[in-house]
C-alpha cells in the first residue's frame, strides 16, 4: 500500500503557508433541554377547589436558567410562557384541575443565570397530562369496619375511613403518570403501607409508609406520591401495619390528586 504521508505533509506546508486558510473548528454547541418531566411533590397540599402543585424538571446540558411555557387546553390552543429566566433545572407550578384541562410544558433554556448569555433552542414538549384532584369516593375497602365519615376538615368534605390493623384501602385510578394519595390525619391515626401489584403479588413500595397520626384532625395532604414518566394503570392498596403515635390504627382517605392521561 502507498504511504500518504508526502501528500498530508504538502497539505499542511501550504496550509501553514497560507494557502487553504486557518482550519475550521467545530461550533460549540449552545444550552440545551432535551426532556421536561413532571413530577408530583410529596409532602403536598391540595386546595379545598382541588389545587395543588407539581414540580416541572429540565434534563439536559449547558444551560443555568429557562424559560417556562404551558398550553392549558381549557384556555388556549397557544403556549404562554409563565415563567422567565428562572435558574436552576427545575420549578414548580400551581395546577387548577377544575379549569386547566390538559396541560403541556415546554422551555427555552440559557447559558446564564436569570435568562441571560447564549438562547438554546426549544425543549421537547413534556408528557399531556389532565390534573385531577377527585374526592374519598375513589376510595374503596372490603374491610368490614370500613365507613365513609363527613367532615369540614376533609378534602371533598369526607373520607373513607379503616379502623383495624390488617385493614387496608385501594384507589380507583387511571393511565397516570403521577398518583398521589390525599389523606386525613388525627390522634388515631396509625401506620399504612403503600403496595403495588407487579404482575404476580402485592410488594411494598419504596418510601411508601404513610403516618396517620397527628395532634390534631386535617385532610388536604398529599402524603404519597408514585410516578414513572409513562401513563400506567397502577393497582395500589394501603395495608395498616401498626399503630400511630397515640396508639390507634385508623386511616382516612380523602381524595388522589393525579397527573393523568386520561380525560
Given at each position: 500500500?502507498?504511504?500518504?504521508?508526502?501528500?498530508?505533509?504538502?497539505?499542511?506546508?501550504?496550509?501553514?503557508?497560507?494557502?487553504?486558510?486557518?482550519?475550521?473548528?467545530?461550533?460549540?454547541?449552545?444550552?440545551?433541554?432535551?426532556?421536561?418531566?413532571?413530577?408530583?411533590?410529596?409532602?403536598?397540599?391540595?386546595?379545598?377547589?382541588?389545587?395543588?402543585?407539581?414540580?416541572?424538571?429540565?434534563?439536559?446540558?449547558?444551560?443555568?436558567?429557562?424559560?417556562?411555557?404551558?398550553?392549558?387546553?381549557?384556555?388556549?390552543?397557544?403556549?404562554?410562557?409563565?415563567?422567565?429566566?428562572?435558574?436552576?433545572?427545575s420549578t414548580t407550578v400551581l395546577l387548577q384541575p377544575d379549569s386547566d384541562g390538559q396541560i403541556t410544558f415546554y422551555a427555552v433554556p440559557y447559558n446564564?443565570?436569570?435568562?441571560?448569555?447564549?438562547?438554546?433552542?426549544?425543549?421537547?414538549?413534556?408528557?399531556?397530562?389532565?390534573?385531577?384532584?377527585?374526592?374519598?369516593?375513589?376510595?374503596?375497602?372490603?374491610?368490614?369496619?370500613?365507613?365513609?365519615?363527613?367532615?369540614?376538615?376533609?378534602?371533598?368534605?369526607?373520607?373513607?375511613?379503616?379502623?383495624?390493623?390488617?385493614?387496608?384501602?385501594?384507589?380507583?385510578?387511571?393511565?397516570?403518570?403521577?398518583?398521589?394519595?390525599?389523606?386525613?390525619?388525627?390522634?388515631?391515626?396509625?401506620?399504612?403501607?403503600?403496595?403495588?401489584?407487579?404482575?404476580?403479588?402485592?410488594?411494598?413500595?419504596?418510601?411508601?409508609?404513610?403516618?396517620?397520626?397527628?395532634?390534631?384532625?386535617?385532610?388536604?395532604?398529599?402524603?404519597?406520591?408514585?410516578?414513572?414518566?409513562?401513563?400506567?394503570?397502577?393497582?395500589?392498596?394501603?395495608?395498616?401495619?401498626?399503630?400511630?403515635?397515640?396508639?390507634?390504627?385508623?386511616?382516612?382517605?380523602?381524595?388522589?390528586?393525579?397527573?393523568?392521561?386520561?380525560?
Open positions: 500500500m502507498k504511504r500518504r504521508t508526502p501528500v498530508i505533509g504538502a497539505v499542511a506546508s501550504l496550509a501553514l503557508a497560507g494557502g487553504f486558510g486557518a482550519p475550521v473548528l467545530a461550533k460549540p454547541l449552545g444550552p440545551a433541554i432535551t426532556k421536561v418531566s413532571i413530577k408530583m411533590i410529596v409532602p403536598n397540599t391540595v386546595s379545598t377547589q382541588g389545587a395543588y402543585t407539581m414540580e416541572v424538571a429540565m434534563t439536559g446540558a449547558g444551560f443555568a436558567s429557562f424559560d417556562l411555557y404551558e398550553r392549558t387546553a381549557n384556555i388556549s390552543k397557544k403556549f404562554a410562557r409563565i415563567q422567565s429566566g428562572h435558574n436552576g433545572n446564564g443565570t436569570d435568562g441571560t448569555g447564549t438562547k438554546g433552542a426549544n425543549s421537547p414538549y413534556s408528557p399531556s397530562f389532565y390534573p385531577y384532584a377527585v374526592p374519598s369516593d375513589y376510595w374503596d375497602s372490603p374491610s368490614s369496619d370500613a365507613t365513609t365519615i363527613s367532615s369540614h376538615k376533609y378534602f371533598s368534605g369526607s373520607a373513607l375511613e379503616t379502623s383495624d390493623l390488617g385493614d387496608y384501602a385501594y384507589p380507583d385510578t387511571c393511565d397516570d403518570y403521577n398518583d398521589g394519595f390525599i389523606i386525613g390525619t388525627g390522634p388515631e391515626g396509625g401506620i399504612g403501607q403503600v403496595q403495588l401489584w407487579n404482575g404476580s403479588a402485592y410488594v411494598n413500595v419504596p418510601d411508601g409508609t404513610i403516618d396517620f397520626y397527628s395532634a390534631r384532625v386535617s385532610g388536604f395532604s398529599i402524603e404519597f406520591k408514585y410516578g414513572t414518566g409513562i401513563a400506567t394503570d397502577n393497582l395500589f392498596k394501603v395495608v395498616e401495619t401498626g399503630p400511630g403515635g397515640g396508639g390507634g390504627n385508623d386511616m382516612w382517605f380523602t381524595g388522589i390528586a393525579v397527573a393523568s392521561a386520561c380525560k
